[in-house]
């Protein structure tokens, strides 16, 4: 807002500022220099208030105003800030004022959930909307933190309690996430204005799951990325690209290349893949959506032309359309639409229109070509009229096969001979060359019929070996990326097929076919046991499919079969490690206390030299240390055999932390610095074991001192947020590299520790065991500026 009034002021714009609470934030009070501002008026309360008489009188173009949310003081004018801020607008005089998305009424529960700190003061969302103008001033949480570290924001005795309550990095994100879709829908908002006024259409609805049919075509990319921006606009969308193999030939047309591609961008923008098979595309795609729960469609225009259009009749688009119900549906042009394909089509089998038309185009062509010739008759001679007749049996023959073409044959020929071979008007069958023109005709008719019917089969033939080619090809995909289990694959299985259920069956248990239920097919996958889809009897092709997908699913049994048995081995070579390096431990760390403890014992009963009463002081000390370590080691390793075998008993109750925290700290070696503490005073009870929580808050605080630097003491904080309780101890030390922040807490780990004499390096693994005992959590985080800081988060016992 100041950096606002500069600018405006350097262009020669009156700018006053009314009130700016700059929290003795030396950066922001530097940018007031050089702006005119107003004296407050404290009107009895400490933090002062905007003396809006003055602003009045002075009557600048624009009045620098913070936090519109405010509630002012009492005998104040106004009760809130904001009618101060009207009062200022009726004037004429123009406002730049500040609000935060904590303090904006429609989302101040929602932010209380989050942080759990509730808001005082709100303002009404629609006093910010009326703003000409909304500016969102975002920065990353890290950042946020990071200025917070460096104290620009609070004083340094308040900033590492600040960062470990409310602005924490999660409860940034979650405020910075509502700030960035309250702007946008604003911004949404003035669209809708904005089309209104003019008259133009719609606008997009928000839906959770959006579907994207592709074919492989080029426009593919196309409808992924504008799909993807449909799902974008509500935090539950779900985009799905789905491409339906079937054995008609579709797939054939369609690139791999492209449809691999096209995956990669799906799940690149956080959507899925999925390959499906239909013998009816409209209906696979449909069905697909209505299992997936989709809301939404997005096809392309379809890049047929006219003609083929006009002649292969309803598209699948529309065909979808009609059968989408509740389902909306997106067409999306693009720069193929109506181009025609790029690869050449190779349907296999006639479709019902062609069926249909060729026939009638076998009996109306005919006749139209006579009433053409007869028109012209005199022009042509007998061959051309003949050559024309031919032409036209061949052309029938390629749009409707072999009965076309016969159809075709007979009219022509029938036509030919009575109107164009003498005598014209009587037909002349007694003729040889009258029935050789008939014959060859029908010859030439049902060659062209054949070769055509020949030409769909072997191209049905090749798309059908496309389409399992694919289709095992999605499957591999599927393996190599891990999704190998056995429900992965049954899920799998069950989307390619289109059945309504996918399931693997021992032979006792195979469902007998009833009257009325769902079609069932199963096939054998080996070990007993069946593969069995309900919904859709499969054809022969099709088993020599699902035979493969058997082979996989069989596969990954015998896969999970084996992973449960190398888990049931697991925890016997887990117990097998912890002995060994319980062993290693145990011959060195106990070994060194104890050894100590006995010299010195040694060294006081000894006759042969005179100790002076310090050095028996110093002797009997250093024995008593020893001991204490040993017992504190020995008390270690019983309490992680105890939560080991679940042994531990806990008597929770509410508990104080300053009524465990001064027994925790004594427990630290008598040279360990003492820590700093923050916000014992109003810390409320957890619910806790305190002898437990003693042990847990020493391990913490003993681990954090051995690696605090010199001059930078451990600091204890607490904090209360949402029903839990914070306890965070924080260490300016070197820190851990991400990858070690769960190894630290296995037992007998000293990561970074060269001191072979301070530990078995079982105190965080016992720390955390005790914590997850009491219902509680033990993570790891990096201290801004440099370190390693402990969050214990406990239930709240208020």
Not at 79 to 84: F, I, L, S
Not at 364 to 381: A, E, I, K, S, Y
Not at 486 to 511: Q, Y
Not at 774 to 785: A, N, Q
């Amino acid at each position: 807002m100041l950096d606002e009034g500069r600018r405006r002021a350097a262009r020669g714009a009156d700018v006053v500022v009314g009130i700016a609470a700059c929290q003795g934030r030396p950066h922001t009070e530097a940018m007031l220099e050089g702006l005119e501002t107003l004296e407050p008026t404290h009107a009895g309360r400490v933090r002062p208030e905007l003396d809006l008489d003055r602003a009045l009188r002075r009557a600048p173009a624009v009045i620098l105003v913070d936090d519109l949310a405010h509630t002012n003081a009492p005998g104040h004018r106004n009760a809130h800030r904001r009618q101060d801020v009207e009062e200022l607008l009726a004037a004429g005089i123009d406002v730049l004022t500040t609000v935060n998305v904590q303090h904006l009424e429609s989302l101040s529960d929602v932010v209380e959930k989050i942080t759990g700190v509730p808001q005082d003061e709100t303002v009404p969302d629609a006093v910010v909307r009326r703003a000409d103008q909304i500016e969102l001033v975002d920065m990353d949480p890290q950042e946020l933190r990071r200025r917070m570290a460096h104290g620009n924001i609070h004083p340094p005795e308040d900033v590492d309690a600040a960062l470990a309550s409310y602005f924490r990095t999660g409860n940034l994100i979650a405020l910075r996430e509502l700030a960035l879709l309250w702007v946008a829908d604003r911004v949404d908002e003035a669209l809708r204005k904005y089309r209104s006024e003019r008259g133009i259409g719609g606008v997009w609805e928000i839906r959770e799951r959006i579907v994207v049919a592709l074919t492989g075509g080029p426009e593919g990319d196309t409808l992924i990325r504008r799909a993807s921006r449909i799902a974008a606009r509500t935090a539950q969308g779900r985009l799905l690209a789905v491409h339906v193999v079937r054995s008609d030939g579709l797939a054939a047309g369609t690139s791999s290349s492209a449809l691999a591609g096209q995956r990669r961008l799906a799940e690149s923008l956080g959507g899925s893949y999925h390959t499906v098979v239909g013998d009816d595309v409209p209906t696979a795609l449909v069905e697909f959506a209505r299992a997936e729960n989709a809301t939404q469609l997005v096809l392309g225009t379809s890049r047929r032309g006219r003609l083929e259009r006009f002649l292969t009749g309803r598209g699948i688009g529309e065909t979808i359309v009609a059968l989408s119900g509740d389902i909306d549906v997106h067409t999306v042009t693009h720069e193929r639409a109506g181009h025609g394909r790029l690869l050449p089509s190779r349907r296999h089998a006639l479709p019902v229109s062609r069926r249909v038309v060729g026939p009638l185009a076998g009996i109306v062509l005919p006749v139209l070509l006579t009433l053409l010739l007869d028109h012209t008759r005199g022009v042509f001679n007998l061959t051309s009229e003949a050559l024309l007749f031919l032409a036209t049996v061949v052309g029938v023959a390629c749009l409707g096969g072999v009965v076309s073409a016969l159809v075709t044959a007979v009219t022509a020929s029938l036509l030919l001979n009575y109107w164009f071979i003498p005598p014209v008007g009587a037909f002349t069958f007694a003729d040889a060359d009258n029935m050789l023109a008939l014959a060859v005709f029908v010859l030439v008719a049902a060659v062209m019929g054949g070769a055509v019917d020949r030409s769909l089969r072997l191209s049905r033939r090749a798309a059908r070996a496309t389409a399992e080619a694919e289709t095992l090809s999605s499957l591999a995909g599927s393996v190599v990326r891990g999704d190998h289990t056995v429900s992965a694959l049954l899920a799998r299985t069950r989307e390619i097929f289109g059945a309504e259920s996918a399931e693997l069956v021992p032979a006792a248990e195979l469902p007998a076919a009833h009257a009325g239920e769902p079609a069932v097919s199963q096939v054998a996958v080996g070990d007993g046991h069946f593969l069995v889809l309900r919904g859709r009897t499969l054809p022969s092709s099709d088993r020599r499919v699902l035979a493969a997908f058997a082979a996989h699913v069989t596969a990954a049994a015998e896969h999970a079969r084996l992973a449960e048995a190398a888990a049931e081995v697991e925890p016997v070579r887990a117990a097998d490690r912890m002995r060994t390096a319980l062993l290693a431990a145990v011959s060195h760390d106990l070994r060194t206390p104890l050894a100590a403890g006995w010299a010195a014992v040694a060294s006081l009963r000894s006759t042969d030299v005179e100790f002076s009463p310090d050095e028996r002081d110093e002797l009997l000390a250093t024995a008593d240390e020893s001991m204490a370590r040993l017992a504190r080691l020995i008390d270690n390793l019983l309490d992680m055999s105890r939560l080991q075998a679940g042994a531990l008993n806990l008597t929770l109750r509410p508990t104080a932390l300053e009524e465990v925290l001064p027994a925790a700290l004594d427990a630290l070696p008598s040279d360990a610095p003492r820590p700093v503490l923050h916000g014992f005073e109003q810390a409320p009870p957890v619910f806790a074991d305190p002898p437990l929580l003693e042990r847990v808050i020493a391990n913490l605080v003993g681990n954090a001192s051995r690696f605090a630097p010199p001059g930078h003491p451990v600091l204890l904080t607490v904090s209360a947020l949402a029903g839990r309780v914070e306890l965070r101890v924080v260490d300016r030390g070197p820190g851990l590299p991400p990858g070690d922040r769960e190894r630290v807490f296995e037992p007998f780990q000293r990561l970074g520790d060269t001191d072979n004499t301070t530990g078995v390096g079982l105190g965080l693994a016992l720390a955390r065991g005790l914590t997850e005992a009491m219902s509680g959590t033990l993570t790891p985080e990096d201290t801004p500026g440099g370190g390693l800081t402990m969050v214990v988060s406990l239930p709240c016992a208020v």
